[in-house]
């Protein structure tokens, strides 16, 4: 399974990282890692203008990262044209490798964009619960706030739930400060 660091949940300089790990980063120019990275784009759920979004994605392009993170997409049919334009822009940029964030299962539509979709990003309470309906095995999982002596036990669910990348970290991105190097974070693998 590949492990995404969102920016709330970077990783801490004592854990090794691999060619499968993703870091998520929350600025142009913030770069702590020669790690694989991708840049978030907040798309505030389909609100954001496109001329704002593509102004993003030309800042992370000249900024040299591997991919963007598409971070709180619509996930309804409504949101499909302006988040595949997005898609289709950044490939022709160079910008091939495309997380989609909206952190549920997203309408059929998402599926042809050849992009990863994160279909959970929620709470440890919350993932406990989860039925997963509409989701796919590959599909990302981010589970936050779990506590630490059940970080394994979260890996061992988010497995056999099928994630195909994510991470099970005891970070809570609403206590967090975005992009906080060593904030708890723990590998999904």
């Not at 590949?2 to 913030?30: C, M, N, Q, S």
């Not at 694989?36 to 798309?43: A, E, H, T, V």
């Not at 964030?101 to 964009?113: I, K």
Request: contains cysteine; glycine residues 14%; proline residues 8%.
């Amino acid at each position: 399974m590949k492990t995404l660091f969102p920016a709330y949940a970077h990783p801490g300089p004592e854990l090794a990282l691999d060619t499968d790990t993703w870091i998520v980063r929350e600025h142009p120019g913030d770069r702590r890692t020669l790690h694989q990275s991708l840049g978030r784009i907040d798309l505030d759920w389909g609100s954001r203008s496109l001329a704002d979004v593509l102004v993003d994605v030309d800042a992370w392009r000249a900024d040299g990262v591997e991919g963007l993170f598409l971070d709180r997409c619509p996930a309804g049919s409504g949101g499909v044209g302006p988040v595949a334009l997005t898609v289709r822009l950044a490939a022709r940029r160079g910008l091939h490798r495309v997380v989609l964030n909206p952190g549920v299962p997203t309408h059929p539509l998402y599926r042809d964009l050849g992009a990863r979709i994160c279909t959970f990003e929620g709470p440890w309470s919350a993932y406990q619960s989860w039925d997963g309906d509409g989701t796919r095995p590959g599909d990302g999982h981010i589970v936050h706030g779990v506590p630490a002596g059940l970080l394994t036990a979260a890996r061992r669910l988010m497995g056999r739930r099928g994630a195909g990348f994510g991470l099970a970290t005891d970070a809570d991105p609403d206590l967090s400060p975005a992009g906080a190097p060593g904030s708890g974070a723990h590998s999904a693998d």
